[in-house]
């Protein structure tokens, strides 16, 4: 296994949209371990290929407080979905970036799993969101898109000045239609 570059904003590669994997080897199956290991180096609980910059359908999750519940899911697709919730979410590769975003409250999931074999879940809470926000990614979207385009703007705004100064010297978070960052301090 290896540690991958997760992508962050403003890199355009995280607008690529993915293509279905038609090949289920063990090159496969080492890919998708090597994104788990990277997810959890980055301490997050979902990442989609795109976001190491591979065009592929392939998005990994853990959700459990362990870390010993990890899950590999190739070329997901939402069959059905009923209802809405809000949740604040956040993303590796838009770093310190926090907004409630609207989902799905409930969804059914078809997938395969590295081996092959095709599966469906009914899917909600965290678990819910977490795949909708990855499956966002493999379409070359992000959880900021779902601002209204002002918000986008300022976040966009944020970002950039944020990235403009030294790495992790703020903290932005976008909460019911507001930004607020905040200075870091660096020990």
């Not at 065009?55 to 990994?60: E, H, Q, T």
């Not at 989902?103 to 809470?125: H, M, N, Y």
Request: hydrophobic share 35%.
């Amino acid at each position: 296994m290896a540690l991958l570059k997760v992508l962050t904003y403003p890199d355009n590669r995280l607008r690529n949209k993915a293509k279905n994997v038609t090949k289920f080897d063990e090159s496969l199956r080492e890919f998708c371990n090597s994104m788990l290991e990277t997810m959890y180096t980055q301490e997050g609980i979902g990442l989609a290929a795109t976001q190491v910059g591979v065009a592929m359908r392939i998005v990994v999750m853990d959700l459990s407080d362990q870390r010993n519940d990890p899950h590999c899911y190739i070329n997901p697709r939402i069959v059905s979905s009923e209802g809405t919730q809000l949740y604040q979410e956040g993303c590796l590769s838009l770093p310190g970036i926090y907004a409630e975003v609207e989902r799905s409250a409930v969804i059914e999931l078809q997938w395969f799993d590295p081996q092959g074999k095709e599966q469906t879940s009914k899917l909600t809470g965290l678990h819910s969101i977490c795949i909708q926000h990855e499956l966002d990614h493999l379409q070359g979207i992000l959880f900021i898109d779902h601002l209204n385009p002002e918000m986008q703007k300022k976040a966009k705004q944020l970002i950039s000045q944020k990235i403009a100064t030294v790495d992790n010297k703020f903290s932005l978070q976008v909460s019911d239609q507001k930004i607020i960052a905040t200075e870091l301090k660096v020990e």
